[in-house]
């Protein structure tokens, strides 16, 4: 059963900077694609980044494109979403989710595990 433990949730202002880390355990890290969303209050979920086995391949959710980055450590079987420029937005519970395959997806209902959540706040 692979597990997923997210950290780096906070309260910051906007127009900073934060990284969320993702830690992996129970499988083979480098046989799963690794990928961050999102949920604000009263909305859905929401992909914010994606990224496969070898880092090849990174998707990123229009909304994120230019400020967030997505990357992989498979000795460390960890996955962290570096942001910045934190706009209001952003505000929400952050999701690490892992998926048994070569290539990224960007639909929630396509991922096979999911972390709890780490929540982080944007105010202006």
């Known amino acids: 059963q692979v597990q997923l433990v997210e950290s780096g949730g906070d309260s910051v202002q906007a127009g900073d900077s934060l990284t969320l880390s993702c830690a992996f355990s129970?499988?083979?890290?480098?046989?799963?694609?690794m990928g961050w969303f999102r949920q604000a209050p009263g909305k859905g979920r929401e992909f914010v980044a994606g990224?496969?086995?070898?880092?090849?391949?990174?998707l990123y959710g229009d909304s994120v494109k230019g400020r967030f980055h997505i990357s992989r450590d498979n000795a460390k079987n960890t996955v962290r979403l570096q942001m910045n420029d934190l706009k209001t937005d952003d505000t929400g519970a952050y999701y690490c989710?892992?998926?048994?395959?070569?290539?990224?997806?960007?639909?929630?209902?396509?991922?096979?595990?999911w972390g709890q959540g780490t929540q982080v706040t944007v105010s202006s």
């Open positions: 129970g499988r083979s890290f480098i046989s799963y694609a």
């Open positions: 990224i496969n086995y070898n880092s090849g391949t990174r």
């Open positions: 989710a892992a998926l048994l395959s070569v290539a990224v997806v960007t639909g929630d209902q396509d991922w096979d595990y």
